[in-house]
Each structure stands twice: as C-alpha cells, then as structure tokens.
C-alpha cells in the first residue's frame, strides 16, 4: 500500500476523507495531522480522534498543529461545518488524547520513518505542511509528492476568486507550491463536483456499522447539490475526493501548469491564478517570463468512478 499522512481541519467532508483513508487497502495511513480552518485546532483534534474511533483505527497518531496561519486570525467555517466543525450531530467525546509530539514533529518522525516515500494528503490552510518544509526541509527526500485539496482553476468559495483552504493562510500556501516536490492540486473544480446521490446516502444512514452510519450522517448534513437521480439532499464528497485521487489516479485527469498563489492585499488574496495560456503572453514579452511553479491540477474528474470507489470502501 501507498503510506500516506493526512493534514485535515476535520470538518464533515475531510472526516469523510479519513473514514476512506483508513479502509481503503491500496493505502497505509501512519498518521494524521491536525490544523485550524474549518474550526479551532482543539475541537479539530477532537474530531479526527472521534472519527478515526468510530472507524475501528483508534491506533493511528494524530497530531495537534497550528493554531492560526502563518500571518492572519484564524476565521472558522463554522457556518458550513456547525458549531463543532462537525455538523453538530453530537458525536461522543473521544476516549483517547493526541500525540505527545506535535503535528510539524509527528510530521517529521512519519515521513523519515516511513521505508516508502510518503505522499502528503492536506484537505485543510496549509499551515502545518508549511511549518514543516521551513523547519525540517530534509523531509522532502522521502516525501513521494503532495495532492491537496485547495485552490480553484475557476471560481472561488471564501471569495469570488479564492478558495477557503488557500485563503485562510495563502502564504503558507505560497510555500507549499514552491517546496519542490511533485504536486497536485485537487482544487474546487473537481472537488465540488464528486456528489453521492441522496439513495446512498440514505442507505448508510441506515447502515448497522459505525463507520458507514457515521459517513451516513455526515453526508446528509452536506446537501451539496441536487440529488442527480430525485429529490433526495444529496451529500458532496468534498475532501474525501482528494484520497480518491491518491487511490486511483486514473479517475483524475490533470495538466502540469504554472500556479501561483495571490498575497495581495484586497480582492485577489488568496487566489490561485492558474496560467492555462497555450504560449506566453504581452507581459513575459515585455519583461520576461516570472518563476512560477508547475503543478498537476485537477481539470476534470470521473465523478461516478469515485462516488462508486468510496462507497465500495467505506461500506465494506
Ligand atoms: C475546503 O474548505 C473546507 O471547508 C473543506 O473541508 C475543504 O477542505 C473547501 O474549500
Ligand atoms: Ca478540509
């Protein structure tokens, strides 16, 4: 199996990435590290260790990260993912305590340890993935590549342009993008389109295993779109989509591209302007070509592919 370590801000749909991480048997989740976004770093940990309980993977180390961006307050998301980050469906309190160590040295320890290089799976602002490249650059050398969910091709959430992940703490961002590994965005083009009709998600709901019955209700609270088959309140797949990619790359179609992460001030911060031009424009002919680096991000994506891939794993 491929080994991989999760960096969430669990949040509904990155606790629908951990509940198909930790089942799916192409890959070997060490560990889990946890960052503020969708809410505080606290009841993000707290989170993770509950969902990775209901999945039966109560041993996984889960490590507590930043409390805030690199620059910026933290600014939850507490309207999309409830009060707890979580959708407010008042889950038990988990019956363990994090790592010792934090999420940056827990970050470390895995990735150097680990006898494979290790591909990172972000689904959150990308804060603790910076941290770690400034503080302990040596791990790029068993680090395979990173697939984060964030950035948008098109059309941003937080903003008109920018999407919440990158957003929340776009300098981090900025360090990522430049850290020299292979990466790949899976950014709100594809993410947003990854839906499980509203007949699944009614069926787990129903379902007797924790797990499932828990993917059940999360989902639920994620009305993402319209149910493609009725009238069910389909459930968007949101974070999960990322793991997806990382299991089964074929279902990703990708296009190597110049990314660069806005750090303005004003409307464009934290915008990833994504140069899809066929050849170089006015400005690199007037004053030559800017460094910018290229990433492989997410164009298009076989939504029923992975919907089926998910569900499959996660129902067992
Ligand atoms: C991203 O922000 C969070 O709300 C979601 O968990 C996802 O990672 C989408 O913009
Ligand atoms: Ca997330």
Known sequence: PIPVIIDCDTGVDDALALLFAVRHPGLDLRAVTCVAGNTDVDGVVRNTLTVLEAAGAGDIPVGRGAERPLIEPARSARHVHGLDGM??????????????????????????????????????PLTNIALLLRTHPEVTRNIERIVFMGGAVATGNATPVAEFNVWHDPEAAAVLLTAGVPITMYGLDVFQRVVVPGADVRRLQASAEPGARLAGRLLAHRPAAPDPDGDDPAGGLGDAGAVCAVADPAGLTTQRLPVEVSLAPGPSRGQTIVDRRPRPGESEIHEGAREQALVDVGLDVDVERYVKLWLATVEG
């Open 87 to 124: 959708g407010d469906l008042g889950l038990p309190a988990p019956n363990r305590n994090p790592a010792d160590v934090d999420a940056v040295t827990l970050l470390r320890r895995e990735i150097l340890a680990s006898p494979r290089p290790v591909t990172l799976i972000p689904t959150a």
